[in-house]
């Protein structure tokens, strides 16, 4: 098995794992859990029978382990739950399909990703490069010095910071915008990048002090090594 291969494989499988475990966890937090879900959701008013078929009907009569199964074959097939925040126990029942709630800012979700990913990936893996192969210079120091700075906010913060200099004191993009399926390419590029901006600071500084690590680390190995005593640069 070529190397690139095994590696490929070796990562999806521990991937799974990783998925697996997480997925342990998150079931198990809401399993622990004070209180009772249908008691919450049908309200104190409802009597015991009904409380009784609701947890019937969402299947919470089963043991747990069951549930879990249950939980992640539909999750494999796509199904996510239902949101039950509308239902009560007055009868009316406004439940809808998870699915249904998250697809449409589903779009939304990976354009603003996207955006955010064009542009911090190639500048992060610049400024983590050119700082690795001139450490300790000016120029590192400084990249270092803002992209820790910008580690030390909140994701928030600096979306204030964004909204008051580039939406309230100098009105360049807007600070709240609606973006729809109808809404051209231009006018939505224009409205996510103060948003694809607050990504893009985040991502950078992240990746940025990684790359540095991992090509300085590189750059110390025995043949980098072996090569610059032999002329190579």
């Given at each position: 098995?070529?190397?690139?291969?095994?590696?490929?494989i070796?990562?999806?499988?521990?991937?799974?794992?990783?998925?697996f475990?997480?997925?342990?966890?998150?079931?198990?937090?809401?399993?622990?859990?004070?209180?009772?879900?249908?008691?919450?959701?049908?309200?104190?008013?409802?009597?015991e029978?009904?409380?009784?078929?609701f947890?019937?009907?969402?299947?919470?009569?089963?043991?747990?382990?069951?549930?879990?199964?249950?939980?992640?074959?539909?999750?494999a097939?796509?199904?996510?739950?239902?949101?039950?925040?509308?239902?009560?126990?007055?009868?009316?029942?406004?439940?809808?399909?998870?699915?249904?709630?998250?697809?449409?800012?589903?779009?939304?979700?990976?354009?603003?990703?996207?955006?955010?990913?064009?542009?911090?990936?190639?500048?992060?893996?610049?400024?983590?490069?050119?700082?690795?192969?001139?450490?300790?210079?000016?120029?590192?120091?400084?990249?270092?010095?803002?992209?820790?700075?910008t580690?030390?906010?909140?994701?928030?913060?600096?979306?204030?910071?964004?909204?008051?200099?580039?939406?309230?004191?100098?009105?360049?993009?807007?600070?709240?915008?609606?973006?729809?399926?109808?809404?051209?390419?231009?006018?939505?590029?224009?409205?996510?990048?103060?948003?694809?901006?607050?990504?893009?600071?985040?991502?950078?500084?992240?990746?940025?002090?990684?790359?540095?690590?991992?090509?300085?680390?590189?750059?110390?190995?025995?043949?980098?090594?072996?090569?610059?005593?032999?002329?190579?640069?």
């Amino acid at each position: 098995m070529h190397p690139i291969l095994g590696t490929i494989i070796q990562r999806l499988l521990l991937g799974l794992v990783t998925l697996f475990f997480v997925s342990l966890i998150i079931f198990s937090s809401v399993e622990f859990l004070p209180g009772d879900f249908t008691q919450a959701i049908l309200g104190q008013a409802a009597t015991e029978d009904t409380v009784a078929a609701f947890r019937a009907e969402l299947g919470l009569d089963k043991p747990a382990y069951i549930r879990y199964f249950d939980w992640i074959g539909a999750v494999a097939q796509g199904d996510l739950g239902y949101s039950f925040s509308g239902r009560s126990a007055s009868g009316v029942d406004r439940s809808r399909a998870v699915v249904d709630l998250v697809a449409p800012r589903l779009g939304n979700t990976l354009f603003l990703a996207g955006m955010a990913a064009i542009v911090s990936v190639p500048l992060a893996l610049v400024l983590g490069i050119t700082a690795a192969l001139y450490r300790n210079s000016v120029y590192d120091r400084s990249v270092n010095a803002v992209t820790l700075t910008t580690i030390s906010f909140p994701e928030f913060f600096l979306a204030y910071l964004l909204i008051l200099f580039f939406a309230s004191l100098w009105p360049v993009f807007p600070s709240l915008a609606n973006v729809n399926a109808e809404t051209e390419l231009a006018e939505r590029i224009y409205k996510c990048i103060l948003p694809a901006l607050t990504l893009t600071l985040v991502i950078v500084a992240h990746m940025m002090r990684m790359t540095r690590a991992a090509i300085i680390n590189l750059l110390a190995s025995p043949y980098i090594e072996m090569s610059q005593l032999k002329g190579l640069s």
